[in-house]
């Protein structure tokens, strides 16, 4: 049987499984709702004012955006925003774009003429860094996390447009995650990751935990007025929006997200072959992607998760030398950090814990071979090769086309 998984976005790999081994979703016979587009959704938002009526009344506005890393339809909100505002007569020069990078690096100008277009030239757009201490203001703390968010996130009136995917330390991304970790500093990312993984219930999909309410309290302390979130199907596109409250319009959000990106299983497999789409740039991004197979992978099985990693580890090389120490030893760690880059701890633990439970394949063209075989990540080029090496036998798999799909087993 042909398969067909995500690469690029001009780029797919096909391969062949036996129908046999083949563990198909669940068939459910369900309604799927009725999409919003974008021009409803800001018409008729959930719990907030006209967003049209609040920029009217606003001196200055700020819209957190997402960076080179995420794929929402960004210039599309931002123009159609735009003309929503030439319209009634509002000034676009009061509005200024905010990058929620959190701890990636900073974009390119090649990187942000691309992502941002002709706003790039006529708007003003910041990037946040979180390692810079000048940049923030203190907010306080909650649940022992010190909520500390860039200045430039102050004005009358605040926007974020973002999306809503499942996501292992918050359950589901969108809302006010473009706060925290958006743009807040590198301690406050840190510890409300740390928090996450030692303190919360968040896992891949799970709506309500501890992470969630650190994020909608981050959100309500500096007072995000109204976020602009997507929500996908399996295909990857976006098929509707939500609008408005940072806690309500979310929630209604994950609630259509669920019912587009679902699929249920009867079982678990013995292998799980899955594409990192689209956080595909890096294994700091892409190792999302085993944190969704986790989910529906024996232990003791083999997951094959399939990437370019163009950048190899990303920015956090205390990352990839982490993971040649057991998840035991990095936890240990936690608490007595003296380390450059704590956060690349937490994401390690998270990492070489399922790495313990279970054989991980990278299928790349990266050029980072040795480091990958280095934490022992072994990279091959030939998928087909891999796929008929590992389901051998008796053994079952399941294919996930990109890192969309929220698997979950059982009814």
């Known amino acids: ?29 369900r309604k799927r709702p009725d999409h919003k587009n974008l021009e409803a959704s800001l018409l008729k938002p959930e719990d907030s004012n006209n967003l ?24 599309e909100t931002l123009r159609y925003l735009k003309r929503g505002f030439e319209d009634r007569e509002i000034s676009w020069g009061k509005v200024r774009l905010l990058v929620a990078s959190g701890t990636h690096r900073e974009m390119t100008k ?4 691309s992502k941002f277009e002709e706003f790039a030239l006529d708007t003003e757009i ?12 203190d907010y306080g703390l909650f649940m022992d996390v010190p909520l500390q968010i860039n200045r430039n996130i102050e004005a009358d009136l605040k926007v974020a447009i973002g999306s809503i995917v499942p996501h292992r330390f918050s359950g589901w991304s969108g809302g006010a995650k473009m706060v925290v970790p958006g743009v807040a500093s590198y301690e406050t990312v840190f510890k409300s990751h740390k928090m996450a993984i030692l303190k919360s219930s968040a896992n891949v999909g799970v709506a309500r935990n501890e992470f969630r309410e650190l994020i909608d309290e981050a959100g309500l302390r500096v007072g995000l007025d109204f976020i602009i979130n997507y929500y996908y199907g399996i295909d990857g596109l976006p098929k509707g929006c939500v609008s408005g409250n940072h806690v309500s319009a ?45 989910l529906i992978t024996k232990d003791g099985g083999d997951i094959v998760l399939v990437a370019p990693l163009e950048e190899g580890f ?12 057991r998840s035991e030893e990095i ?26 439970r279970k054989r991980v394949h990278i299928v790349s063209d990266t050029t980072y071979d040795s480091l990958f075989e280095f934490v022992g990540l072994k990279v091959h080029r030939d998928l087909q090769a891999v796929i008929d090496s590992t389901v051998i036998s008796s053994r079952t798999i399941i294919v996930l086309e990109n890192s969309y799909t929220l698997p979950q087993v059982g009814e």
């Open 1 to 29: 049987m042909r398969m067909v998984l995500d690469y690029l976005t001009s780029k797919d790999l096909e391969f062949e499984v036996s129908s046999e081994r083949l563990i198909r979703p669940l068939e459910r016979s």
């Open 52 to 75: 049209m009526s609040m920029a009217a009344s606003s001196r200055d506005i700020v819209i957190i955006v997402e960076d080179h890393t995420r794929h929402s339809p960004v210039i």
């Open 110 to 113: 090649m990187e942000i003429a």
């Open 126 to 137: 910041i990037q946040h860094n979180a390692y810079d201490d000048s940049q923030m203001r």
């Open 250 to 294: 979310h929630k209604t959000g994950v609630k259509l997200a669920q019912q587009e990106v679902l699929q249920v299983f009867d079982q678990k497999s013995d292998v799980t072959v899955i594409s990192a789409y689209p956080s595909v740039t890096d294994f700091w991004q892409g190792g999302k992607a085993l944190y969704t197979a986790d």
């Open 314 to 325: 990303g920015d956090h090389p205390v990352f990839a030398r982490l993971l040649t120490n």
């Open 331 to 356: 936890l240990s760690e936690l608490d007595k950090l003296s380390s450059d880059d704590p956060l690349a701890y937490v994401a390690a633990y998270a990492v070489k814990d399922i790495m313990e």
